[in-house]
């Protein structure tokens, strides 16, 4: 069993989250996994994303279970989220357990102030590479839709965040199945797919 733990705050981007949300509870249909997909955020009332969607987290930060995944996803919300101690502590402390830790978008940059992607290369929205360059000791990678440094994955802005849900299946369960996960959701993107060859592109391969 994996379990998948997606952040949710108001103002977050409907498919920074949404799409590898798609991903996660694909591959575990196509499993016929246990896996656990759940969505969590400071409080229990519903959450209003950055275009009006209104979504109900599943567990607040303090009653969900042990996470194997952490997914991070940005929208305007992060720039009042990045001062908020409550989940940025939540952030810092289950990142230091989970198994792999990952953003999409200006989720990077609530990673980076609570500190896993503090001495690393990553990925963010393409508006934002400088702001996030600005806050000192990261390497922002411009020419990769994500990129993936030890446990941490970041990702560049809204789709970019499916590529790299994609790229986790395979290194939890096989490029095998990842592609079969990408075919059941019938995602076929331009610019070019990375996450089906591991190998190729500009983005640095896991160490």
């Not at 379990?3 to 949404?18: Q, V």
């Not at 963010?124 to 996030?132: F, I, R, S």
Request: proline share 7%.
């Amino acid at each position: 069993m994996t379990a998948y733990g997606i952040l949710l705050f108001d103002g977050a981007e409907e498919l920074d989250f949404a799409g590898p949300w798609e991903v996660f509870t694909v591959s575990r249909m196509l499993r016929a996994a246990d896996d656990a997909v759940v969505l969590i955020a400071e409080r229990p009332e519903p959450v209003q994303c950055a275009k009006g969607m209104r979504v109900l987290p599943d567990h607040t930060l303090d009653d969900h279970p042990m996470l194997d995944v952490l997914l991070v996803p940005g929208g305007r919300g992060t720039r009042r989220e990045v001062a908020n101690p409550a989940v940025i502590g939540w952030i810092r402390d289950t990142a230091a357990s989970a198994r792999w830790v990952t953003s999409v978008c200006t989720g990077a940059l609530l990673l980076h102030e609570a500190g896993p992607a503090r001495g690393r290369r990553v990925a963010t929205h393409h508006a934002h590479e400088a702001a996030l360059e600005a806050r000192g000791d990261v390497t922002v990678v411009r020419d990769a839709r994500y990129v993936v440094d030890g446990n941490l994955v970041t990702s560049q802005g809204v789709s970019a965040g499916i590529d790299m849900a994609l790229w986790l299946a395979g290194a939890l369960h096989g490029r095998d199945h990842s592609r079969a996960v990408r075919r059941q959701i019938q995602y076929e993107p331009a610019p070019p797919y990375l996450a089906d060859e591991p190998a190729a592109g500009s983005w640095p391969s896991p160490r």
